[in-house]
């Protein structure tokens, strides 16, 4: 009981002690050049100057095209290689001699790059070993325009992500 009636007479003092600081407030305090000088009522109004943001000039598509390594669909499949970039869900057949035929979607353009950042990150064509084309394959694009997948013609007519089994 002893104890009940010590901590009843903590938390009252506790709250009797937080009562009187809750009405005072602390002026906040000027800044030394913002305080009030002797005889006016407003601080000094010190003008804000923004300066202005260097703006750079607007690029050209082919300006753009030129800074992501752009190549045309021509120049790409010349060399060899499946493109890594077309528009969105492309589709396309390599035949035996590893000729291309776009079946769905198309080619980008340079005007196609303006405001697609995705080429700051990774750049649009890179020339690697694993993009080298394939006779009998046929490439598919996703919905950005990235290479997604490369499927191998099987003996059926039908296209497989696997490599057809080897006659034997």
């Given at each position: ?11 009252a003092l506790l709250l009797s002690a937080f ?93 196609d790059l303006v405001g697609r950042p995705e ?50």
């Open positions: 009981m002893k104890k009940l009636f010590a901590i009843i007479i903590s938390a009562s009187g600081c809750a009405g005072k407030t602390q002026e906040p305090k000027l800044p030394e050049n913002e305080q009030l000088s002797e005889g006016s009522s407003e601080p000094e109004e010190i003008p804000e100057e923004i300066p202005e943001e260097p703006t750079e000039p607007e690029k050209t598509p082919e300006e753009i095209a030129e800074a992501c390594g752009y190549m045309t669909f021509e120049e790409i499949t010349a060399a060899g290689y499946y493109p890594d970039w077309m528009q969105p869900h492309t589709y396309i057949i390599y035949d035996e001699n590893g000729n291309p035929t776009i079946t769905e979607g198309g080619e980008l353009s340079p005007e080429f700051e990150v990774m750049p649009f064509f890179q020339f690697s070993e694993d993009m080298k084309i394939e006779p009998n394959t046929k490439a598919e694009y996703d919905l950005h325009g990235f290479i997604q997948n490369i499927y191998h013609l099987w003996p059926d007519g039908n296209y497989n992500l696997d490599y057809p089994p080897e006659e034997g």
